[in-house]
Structure formats: C-alpha cells, structure tokens
C-alpha cells in the first residue's frame, strides 16, 4: 500500500483520533480501500500521520466497532465491510484477487521503495539514474516551446512517428555509423516502451532472453511480464563473456541477447571495439537477434565510444534502442527503436493499439532540438558537468571509502559500481539509509544474488548532497561492518 500524504492538523478543534478515524471510515466507504485490504500496522499509521501510536489505536478501535476492520492475530489488520448493509446484500467485486492475478508482475519491493522515497525532496538520491532538475534545459525548452512553427502539430501523427523527426534522427544516427532509412525508424515513448513492444510483439511466452549480469533488465518485469524467462551472462571488464552465448543458446533455446555495451547500467561498463566484434559475428553465426540499448551513448567524458554494434550489422541482426530521456528531457518520453523494416512495421502496429502513438508535441519538440544542432551544444555542457561531477565523486570515495570498498573510474554514464570489501548486508544497509533519508540502489536490484555492491550515481544529487550523504554513507558502513 502507498504513503498516504494526508495529515491530520494538530491545530484543528476536532481530536487527532477523530480526524483519523474519519480519513480511514472515507477511504473504506468510498471504495478507495476494498474489503480484503489489508492496512497499514499502527506503527507504521503512527510514523505517517506523525502522531503517538495510542492514537491510532484509539482510531482503529473505533473502525472495527463499526464493523469495518478485523484484527488477525500476526496477521494484521484488515477491511472486512465498506457499507452497513453489506451483510445483507451482494458482495462487493474482490478487487484484491484481481490484483494479485494481473499479468503483469508487481515491482520488486525494494524499488517500490525506491520509488516512493524518490518523490519526497528530503531523500539524498545518491543512486537516481538521471540527471538533476539543475541540469536539464528549461529555459531554452519553453524557447523552443514559445517558437511559432506550422509543422506543430497537436493531432496524432503516423504509425512511425512524425516523419521529420524520423528523418532527423536517421541523420543524427548517420554520425554514429548507423545508416538507418525513416522507414526503419520507429519512434516510442522511452526506451522502456521499446523493451515492451519487443516483449509483446516479437516473442513468444516461455522464450529465453540472454544479458549481461548484472542487468537493468533484472530491475524491471516487462519481459517476465510477458512470460519470459532471463538468463544471465558474466560481465567482464570488457564486456559480456561471448565464450559462453553457443552453449547457452543451445541448452536453453535462448530467443535474443540483450546488451548495454555503453555504460553500462549498473556498472558503468564500457564494451571494448574487439568484444563488440566478437559478439556480433557470434550472435550471427548463431542467428541470435540483439537488442542493443544505446541510451547512455551519448553520455561519453572524455572520449566518444567506439561506433555501437548496429554500425557494423549488416544482416538486420541488430535492433538499436535510442532515447533522450537520459540527456535532454526524462519527461519528454521520446526514444527510438531502429531495425529491419518489416519489425519496425510489427512494432509499430502493436504501439498503435496500445497507445496510438508518442506526444505529437514532444516529438515535434526533440526534432526541433536535434534539427537546429542545440542538441549537440547542450551535450557538451552535459558532458562537462558529468566530469565535473564524477571527479568529484572519485575525490570524496578516495577520501572516505577506500577502507571500505573498491571502484573503477567510469568514463561516461552516470554510474560507479562501488563493491563493498566486508560482507555486510546491503538490504540492511539500504534499511538503514533509508531511515537516514538516505536513498540507495544496491546490487540486489540487478542481481538477486549480489549482496556487496551499491549503484552510485553522481547525476542526480547535488553536490553538497553528495558529499553530505556519501560521508555519512561511510559512517553507516563501518557501523554495520
């Protein structure tokens, strides 16, 4: 069950018991808590509402006088009625069994609680994947807004996409080797929706999809939702270990590879020239389809990356996976899947009948920053920021960690993979950070079998932040150690 943000006024006439007893009576009354929910425990109702735990009980006595709730010894307390004739009517829809038979899998709980700590402004993020509100373009994007232009558009556009968009980022494409026509451009509403169309419009349930350990792809469930199985695959400083994708594709039927070669999430991994060459004649001799996830691409320090695998495919064996959520705008939600047209066809037919396509307004938006050459400009600011950053980051570990853990120095993206030298548990750690408005994304996340590293990102926080929340993430360390 989510935080609830309500609070009582402790500078109202009407008691505290009162005024949480009424809030809890509206939420069952009003269907917004169906019977078979179960509530919150009285300690975790009292730390939400800020008030002594005999107050909620003294609340909760008066909910299941009513009739409203039940208490379960060690099961905790539950709605068994939402209106008073209940008893002698027909049953209410149990929505709790619908929930729990939906399709699609529920996060892990430990990102829900991510998730929600993310929305509250006194967490230090020292793990948030993105860049800080300080650093994105507002002022040059309510510029591009404000421009007057008779190709915007606020009706829907084709299946594809809008095809200047298309066309300009087939041209943008062309500086990273990839010679990609409008026509095998799909444009999608982030990376994530391109991992979900892939997921219901090109495999089957039961399918095997090949990664790299740790994953982004173990952090969230759009191929399991589908029915997928994942499989992982060592990552090495060089990149994913190709010795081992024949036997694997082979004893388990393996459907396709996915790969971050370009800092990677979560550890920053820059995939080598001969490890990407060597995936790629592996994958094709074996006919082994790869999605290849670009999305920190652009997110290089001090050098560019090596051109990205679709650049040397010449067997349409490769579908590209590009986004701006990462550099220019999260909120934006445009990103592109790039491959043989008859997919992208596929594709596009399955994104009609789920959303009907991308915001014709921030499609227009994204066309206008790359059209103009404004894109490449503010990457260079980013560019420059992230060193700034990072460097920062690498000073305060090297000044406080090096007893405690090790690293290596990213060259682009927003992350370090920071191992832990002691064998501490990092759910305990994560627990005990967050009660220190602390906000950790461990290892577990990315690998259920992980339990010594932490994603740190240096994107996201301030400056002051992190030094503040990696100095006493240090402190918290050599508690538990």
Not at 87 to 111: A, E, F, H, R
Not at 130 to 151: C, F, V, W, Y
Not at 253 to 266: E, G, M, S, V
């Amino acid at each position: 069950m989510k935080e609830m943000k309500w609070k009582p006024q402790k500078s109202s006439s009407v008691p505290l018991h009162l005024q949480i007893y009424n809030y809890l009576k509206r939420k069952i009354m009003h269907g917004e808590w169906t019977v078979g929910t179960k509530i919150p425990t009285q300690r975790e109702l009292a730390k939400q509402f800020q008030v002594n735990r005999s107050t909620v009980v003294y609340a909760l006595d008066g909910l299941i006088a009513d009739g409203l709730l039940e208490t379960k010894v060690g099961n905790g307390t539950w709605v068994i009625n939402n209106t008073w004739s209940l008893l002698t009517s027909t049953p209410p829809p149990d929505w709790k069994s619908y929930v729990s038979s939906g399709i699609y899998k529920p996060n892990l709980t430990i990102i829900q609680e991510i998730n929600r700590a993310e929305a509250q402004p006194e967490f230090i993020r020292l793990g948030t994947g993105e860049l800080s509100p300080n650093l994105l373009p507002n002022d040059k994007m309510k510029e591009i807004l404000r421009t007057g232009n008779e190709a915007l558009s606020l009706g829907y556009v084709e299946p594809k996409g809008l095809l200047s968009l298309r066309k300009t980022v087939s041209d943008y494409l062309k500086l990273k080797g990839i010679v990609a026509s409008p026509e095998s451009i799909l444009i999608v509403s982030g990376g994530l929706q391109a991992l979900q169309l892939i997921s219901i419009g090109l495999l089957e349930r039961g399918s095997t999809i090949l990664h790299e350990t740790p994953s982004y792809l173990n952090s969230v469930h759009v191929f399991q939702s589908a029915g997928m199985n994942l499989l992982g695959i060592p990552l090495e400083q060089e990149g994913i270990r190709v010795d081992d994708i024949e036997h694997l594709k082979r004893q388990h039927n393996a459907t396709l590879l996915y790969t971050i070669p370009n800092f990677q999430n979560p550890t920053g991994t820059l995939m080598t020239e001969g490890r990407r060459s060597k995936l790629l004649n592996a994958c094709q001799k074996l006919s082994l389809p790869i999605i290849e996830d670009d999305v920190y691409g652009d997110l290089w320090i001090e050098s560019p990356p090596v051109n990205p695998l679709k650049a040397k495919d010449t067997q349409g064996n490769v579908l590209y996976i590009g986004s701006i959520s990462k550099t220019l705008s999260p909120g934006l939600r445009i990103g592109w899947i790039v491959g043989p047209e008859p997919v992208i066809d596929r594709l596009a037919d399955i994104k009609m009948q789920t959303d009907y396509g991308s915001s014709s307004l921030s499609q227009y938006t994204v066309e206008k920053w790359l059209a103009s050459g404004l894109y490449t400009s503010f990457l260079k600011e980013i560019r420059a920021e992230l060193k700034s950053r990072r460097d920062f980051t690498i000073q305060l570990l090297n000044d406080f960690f090096l007893e405690i853990a090790t690293w290596s120095l990213p060259k682009g993206g927003f992350y370090i993979w920071l191992r832990l030298k002691s064998n501490i548990s990092t759910k305990k750690l994560f627990d005990l950070a967050l009660r220190e408005h602390i906000l950790l994304n461990p290892g577990i996340i990315y690998d259920k079998s992980d339990l010594n590293h932490l994603r740190l990102s240096y994107s996201f926080a301030s400056l002051e932040q992190l030094k503040d929340g990696l100095i006493r993430l240090s402190q918290l360390i050599k508690i538990l150690t």
